[in-house]
């Protein structure tokens, strides 16, 4: 079993910034990618950047709204990938999901989901 825990969650002005954590844990030699989801209110999930996990560096960005404002990255010492949200828009306003996925495509049935962290930006 994987465990997923996220924090960093919370209240920021808009243009400010945070930084999203995810801790995995447990049985990881199945999980080969890293990634943040988030969801707005009345809005399905939808997948923003993902990076490889283990030997893998390699990031992707899935989602235009949050290119060049958000980046993600990962400690391996620590098991931990970061999520660094800059300039921060009311629209982002969300519950974010750390997903770790043990399948060869990003698929909401193939990873193993955190519990979320909100995240509010007031304009």
């Known amino acids: 079993q994987v465990q997923v825990v996220e924090s960093g969650g919370g209240l920021v002005q808009a243009g400010g910034s945070l930084r999203l954590s995810c801790a995995v844990s447990g049985s990881t030699f199945s999980v080969n990618a890293i990634g943040w989801y988030r969801q707005a209110p009345g809005k399905q999930r939808e997948l923003l950047l993902s990076?490889?996990?283990?030997?893998?560096?390699?990031?992707?960005n899935y989602a235009d709204s949050v290119k060049g404002r958000f980046t993600i990255s990962r400690d391996n010492a620590k098991n931990t990938v970061y999520l660094q949200m800059n300039s921060l828009k009311a629209e982002d306003t969300a519950v974010y999901y750390c997903a770790a996925r043990f399948g060869s495509v990003w698929s909401q049935r193939n990873v193993y989901w955190g519990q979320g962290t909100q995240v509010t930006v007031s304009s």
């Open positions: 990076i490889g996990n283990g030997d893998s560096t390699t990031t992707t």
